[in-house]
């Protein structure tokens, strides 16, 4: 008898973590660990036209995540500190910076160089799924971090 008690006291604690823990419909996915290295294709790193800058538009297809940053005194000043994309989606940064550096995107191992008051991009496709942080390469500087999420 007491073993019948204490087998029903176990699958009711254990229905009762798998409903405290079971992710809610809600939630974002979790960014998977960094699976092994796929061929990437190159970046293509170019400073904007001033034309376009002028007006706004992007040298980007509509599908694209794009994302400004702009950089002061070796600290971001406007845009996010975190971006999230899903797997395969196409990212553009724009970046523009108060001072000579170049950002580095972790795990990707892009690098952009940054030239005072001039504004730069960054595009690629987000083909690696994780955590991956974009810093101010020379300063030391941690910027941010760019989640992407399977498909």
């Known amino acids: 008898m007491k073993f019948s008690v204490f087998a029903v006291a176990i699958i009711v604690l254990l229905a009762g973590l798998f409903h405290f823990f079971e992710p809610k419909t809600g939630d974002p996915p979790r960014p998977a660990a960094v699976a092994a290295p796929a061929p ?9 036209s001033p034309v376009a ?28 500190s975190v971006v999230q994309v899903k797997q395969n989606e196409h990212v553009i940064f724009h970046i523009k910076s108060d001072s000579a550096d170049e ?5 990707y191992n892009l690098h952009l160089r940054l030239a005072p008051g001039q504004l730069e991009t960054l595009d690629f496709i ?11 390469h020379h300063a030391g500087v941690e910027l941010g971090a760019l989640e992407i999420y399977p498909r």
């Open 40 to 48: 990437t294709p190159a970046p293509r790193v170019a400073a904007e």
């Open 53 to 80: 800058a002028a007006s706004g538009a992007s040298q980007s297809d509509a599908s694209a995540k794009v994302v400004d940053l702009v950089i002061a005194k070796g600290t971001l000043v406007s845009g996010p």
């Open 103 to 107: 950002v580095h995107l972790h795990g």
């Open 126 to 136: 987000a083909d690696k799924t994780g955590r991956f942080t974009y810093e101010l």
